[in-house]
């Protein structure tokens, strides 16, 4: 029974977080029309028409594509209340059609919801020479725009442009690149930019095995390591665990090949 009371809270709990962007404007129904008789909302929020008239009223959209009404057809008798939802952006404009003349006439603006861009990363940790995917989603859901992916390196003040994709299906992109650095990623479209995601990169460690008991270590990154240590270690299977062997300095490498 706890778990059940515990699942509902979380439902509950998401619920009123999904519905914390929307908001709810109330029109009168009086005897002398609509109070206020034009509106405008965003996306997504909802009218809540209340009769405050002595008789009963109707309220009919023109054109009521991509709203939703309850109750349908929203008839309302004395103090009681209907609401619409707009979805769509557009003009709608509405009327009580047994009344005639332009007093119980009304209009609602719905503007688009707020351009978002989401962005994601995987693998968020590569080995230097490693590629990672980008990957996120317009909130428009729009096909062929183009989405700047931006990337700051560490050490660098400022972004530079890594590539430009177009969405696709749902408004979805996705781009492979190849940071050489502790990267941080972003997404930008027009003026809209998402949140900022960073890709750790280690370096490469390549341990060869020279003769007997002679071991060789290269390193390489997008940063020179000489002058920095390494320490060797071998597995100790009575003690069960790892332990240091050796501590080496590590060197330029000497076949031109960098960076190392």
Known sequence: MRKLVLLAVALVALAVVVAAGAKTVTVSITKNGYVPSDVTLAAGDTIQFTNTDTVAH???????????????PLVLQPAQSGSCTFA?????????????????????????????LTLAAKPLIVVYGGKTTLSGAVSTQKVGENVDLLATACGQTAASKATTVATTTGGAFSALVQPLKNTAYTAKLRNTSSQAVTVKVRPRLRLGKL??????????AARSFAGKYATFQRYN??????VNVKRVLLRANSTGV???
């Open 237 to 242: 299977a009575t003690l069960r665990r790892w």
């Open 258 to 260: 960098a960076p190392t």
């Open 211 to 220: 003769a007997a008991k002679r071991y060789s270590l290269r390193v390489s």
């Open 88 to 116: 769509t952006a557009g003009k709608f404009t509405y009327s009580d059609p047994n009344v005639r003349g332009n007093t119980f006439r009304g209009s609602v603006t719905v503007t688009g919801a707020a351009e978002t």
């Open 58 to 72: 109707q309220v009919e959209l023109k054109s009521p594509t991509g709203v939703t009404c309850a109750p349908s």
